[in-house]
């Protein structure tokens, strides 16, 4: 009888210590949206990044850059709505380059953004 009440709490013990790593599925209301930037990694010429610094209406900003060759990136905004500021050309010995004034409507979870050129 003692062995079948140490075999129960011991039971107990390991059940309790599952349910507590037990990964629970995230109910929060947040949708995540995100901006995918894409521009013809072809025309890139000399090695640099392409930064990208917009601010939606209510004033919060997003700051990316990525390598010119990947051809993309993605990044996640916190909502939707029109996001305007600047894409540029940007390298570690001489800092930004040509710089493009830009606006994007943000109008689904999931926006894609064919840039006209290659900073």
């Given at each position: 009888?003692?062995?079948?009440?140490?075999?129960?709490?011991?039971?107990?013990?390991v059940?309790i210590?599952?349910?507590?790593?037990?990964?629970?599925?995230?109910?929060?209301?947040?949708?995540?949206?995100?901006?995918?930037?894409?521009?013809?990694?072809?025309?890139?010429?000399?090695?640099?990044?392409?930064?990208?610094?917009?601010?939606?209406?209510a004033?919060?900003?997003v700051?990316?850059?990525?390598?010119?060759?990947?051809?993309?990136?993605?990044?996640?905004?916190?909502?939707?709505?029109?996001?305007?500021?600047?894409?540029?050309?940007?390298?570690?010995?001489?800092?930004?380059?040509?710089?493009?004034?830009?606006s994007?409507?943000?109008?689904?979870?999931?926006?894609?953004?064919?840039?006209?050129?290659?900073?």
């Open positions: 009888m003692r062995l079948l009440s140490c075999a129960t709490v011991a039971w107990l013990v059940s210590a599952f349910a507590a790593c037990v990964d629970l599925p995230d109910t929060s209301t947040d949708v995540q949206i995100q901006l995918i930037a894409v521009w013809d990694a072809s025309g890139c010429g000399p090695p640099h990044r392409v930064a990208f610094a917009l601010e939606d209406d004033g919060d900003t700051s990316r850059s990525a390598p010119c060759d990947a051809g993309t990136l993605v990044f996640d905004v916190p909502r939707l709505g029109t996001y305007s500021g600047q894409v540029y050309a940007w390298t570690l010995d001489a800092g930004s380059g040509t710089t493009d004034d830009v994007i409507d943000v109008e689904a979870s999931i926006t894609r953004w064919d840039l006209p050129r290659v900073p």
